[in-house]
Nanobody, 126 residues
Framework: VQLQASGGGLAQAGDSLRLPCAAS????????IAWFRQAPGKEREFVGA????????LYSDSVKGRFAISRDSAKTTAFLRMNSLTPEDTAVYYC????????????????????WGQGTQVTVSS
């Protein structure tokens, strides 16, 4: 699976951005799609995930209520909508995918994800 991540850029505090994560050459069906982010000098952290087959979603506490994941009807793209951005959201954002059937408690663990996009930089100024 090849993932194409995009949509990053510069934003001001309070702005919104949307990050698409597109599958190349296939559709999503039983996959789990997730976003992780890594800020300079910090470890990669879980942001959110969606289990495609049942549309279950999970978010980290730091983004819950501000970020939302959605999917398209063509089953080729998932979206991370980021609202009310703060400078603390500045990071490289990665989308990842696995065809494993993960339970909810495993969605946060990046070791379960087999395919990764190239990362897109999000920079939020105050």
């Amino acid at each position: 699976v090849q993932l194409q991540a995009s949509g990053g850029g510069l934003a001001q505090a309070g702005d919104s951005l949307r990050l698409p994560c597109a599958a190349s050459g296939r559709t999503f069906s039983t996959d789990t799609i997730a976003w992780f982010r890594q800020a300079p000098g910090k470890e990669r952290e879980f942001v959110g995930a969606i289990r495609w087959r049942d549309n279950d979603k999970l978010y980290s506490d730091s983004v819950k209520g501000r970020f939302a994941i959605s999917r398209d009807s063509a089953k080729t793209t998932a979206f991370l909508r980021m609202n009310s951005l703060t400078p603390e959201d500045t990071a490289v954002y990665y989308c990842a995918c696995t065809t494993r059937r993960l339970i909810v408690s495993s969605l946060r663990d990046d070791r379960w994800y087999d395919y990764w996009g190239q990362g897109t930089q999000v920079t939020v100024s105050s």
